[in-house]
């Protein structure tokens, strides 16, 4: 199994500023995913992160607003960039470990004010 | 554009009742994932179903993937206070390695 570490856990940001989650894996893998959640609902995948290409965007975002880096087989980042009180959200790092099932971290809720 | 409807969206029991929660699609699936999620926490996987017709048990849980890979329930006997949480179906579309997560069901045990 993998552990999966987010950070900041939560966070209460100004509109127009940016934060940039960090997660970390404990060991290496493939594929990492972004996704976004509403409280009590169900996920939207955001991105696909591989390391060592452009992550690979669902319709509906885009790498301006949300940019992921993925500099080595066990780190990505997500920024959420010139935020509005719309991106209020939790947001989810996972990863996969195989046959499609996915690890997924603990989350990092963003209030946007 | 797939698409997986999950059914209900919310559930409100006593404990000791039986229920169940539905995942359908018009697509076909090379596997469906339950995972459960509660507050604060990510979701974790509690199965993974990849045959047509496949039945698989969890204690009290049991999961069925339809013949044509294209639908998926959930059924919990006796529930307790102890299962209540968010209950996620998620599909995986055949060679993608991504997930796509149906809406949900919150299901409350009451003592």
């Known amino acids: 199994s993998a552990v999966i570490s987010q950070k900041p856990s939560r966070d209460i940001c100004q509109r127009g500023t940016s934060l940039t989650i960090q997660c970390q894996v404990d060991?290496?893998?493939?594929?990492m995913f972004w996704y976004r959640q509403q409280p009590g609902q169900s996920l939207t995948l955001i991105a696909t992160?591989?390391?060592?290409?452009?992550?690979?965007?669902e319709s509906g975002f885009v790498i301006d607003k949300f940019p992921i880096s993925r500099p080595n087989l066990t780190f990505s980042t997500l920024t959420v960039s010139n935020m509005s009180p719309e991106d209020s959200s939790i947001y989810l790092c996972?990863?996969?470990?195989?046959?499609?099932?996915?690890?997924f971290g603990p989350g990092t809720r963003l209030t946007v004010t | 554009t797939q698409l997986l409807e999950q059914s209900p969206q919310f559930l409100s029991i006593q404990e000791g009742e039986n229920l169940t929660v539905y995942c359908n699609s018009s697509?076909?699936?090379?596997?469906l994932q339950w995972y459960r999620q509660e507050p604060g926490e990510g979701p974790v996987l509690l199965v993974t179903v990849v045959t047509g017709g496949e039945v698989k048990k969890l204690k009290r849980l049991t999961f069925q993937f339809g013949d044509a890979r294209k639908d998926s329930s959930l059924h919990i006997t006796a529930a307790q206070p102890g299962d209540t949480g968010l209950y996620l179906c998620a599909g995986s579309p055949w060679g993608t390695g991504k997930l796509i997560f149906g809406q949900g069901t919150t299901l409350q045990v009451k003592p």
């Open positions: 697509s076909v699936f090379s596997s």
């Open positions: 060991s290496q893998v493939t594929m």
């Open positions: 992160a591989n390391q060592g290409s452009e992550a690979t965007y």
């Open positions: 996972s990863v996969d470990r195989g046959i499609d099932e996915q690890y």
